[in-house]
């Protein structure tokens, strides 16, 4: 039986070999491999093939730092970078703000480039305590907003909408908790991301360390170029 067995593995192989080969090699002189036989797990329809696109981001109302209303759809036709935090937050917050800036000073002559911080304590970060906030780390970009709102509202906005994590935690220094991640979305409202080394999409970006603030930096002038 074991014989049969590899009879027919043996046949199998035959042939493929005889039907499949030739077509492949044929493809490969031709330069068509890539185009159509490459396995990935894009969906294929990026513009920019370098950057997956994960999907839609959710769509939000929030009051800005001037107590304006902003929605997702003043972001349509611009690339922006969204994160969440607090004003008030003694951890990881100062970092990211820091780094956000310099994302915010590197395209800062980009119209069509934006950021959305959105604090999770809103019941502290009204409008005027954000403006005073943005004006003491040096935001200058018409389109930077520091955004607030209800707490329900924001909370989902972030562990089911975006699926970044945001709680309450009284345990912890500051009284909330939250990723130090950052989304990149594009001018179609699509969240998007580089690959890793084993070509998966990262999903969102470090926003604390300098590799994955420059990897932002690099993404955000591919998409701006779309």
Not at 96 to 125: H, V, W
Request: hydrophobic share 35%; charged share 25%.
């Amino acid at each position: 039986m074991k014989n049969k067995s590899y009879i027919g593995i043996a046949f199998i192989i035959l042939v493929f070999g005889i039907i499949f080969v030739p077509r492949i090699v044929n493809r490969i002189k031709d330069g068509k491999t890539v185009q159509n036989d490459r396995l990935s797990v894009s969906n294929g329809e990026n513009t920019n093939e370098t950057l997956f696109k994960i999907g839609p981001a959710p769509q939000f109302e929030l009051t800005n730092q001037e107590g304006k209303k902003i929605t997702n759809k003043d972001y349509e036709g611009k690339v922006y970078v969204l994160e969440f935090f607090f004003s008030t937050c003694p951890t990881i917050c100062p970092r990211m703000n820091q780094n956000m800036l310099t994302i915010q000073n590197k395209f800062s002559k980009e119209l069509d480039f934006g950021i959305a911080s959105i604090t999770i304590n809103p019941e502290n970060d009204t409008p005027q305590v954000l403006k005073d906030h943005a004006q003491k780390l040096g935001v200058t970009s018409k389109n930077w907003h520091l955004l607030t709102g209800d707490k329900t509202y924001i909370m989902n906005l972030a562990n089911k909408g975006f699926n970044l994590y945001a709680g309450e935690n009284s345990k912890v220094n500051g009284g909330f908790e939250h990723s130090g991640l950052f989304a990149l979305i594009d001018k179609k409202g699509n969240i998007r991301c580089r690959k890793d080394e084993y070509n998966n999409p990262i999903m969102y970006y470090d926003g604390l360390e300098a590799k994955g603030v420059n990897a932002i930096k690099e993404d955000i002038q591919l998409l701006l170029e779309e």
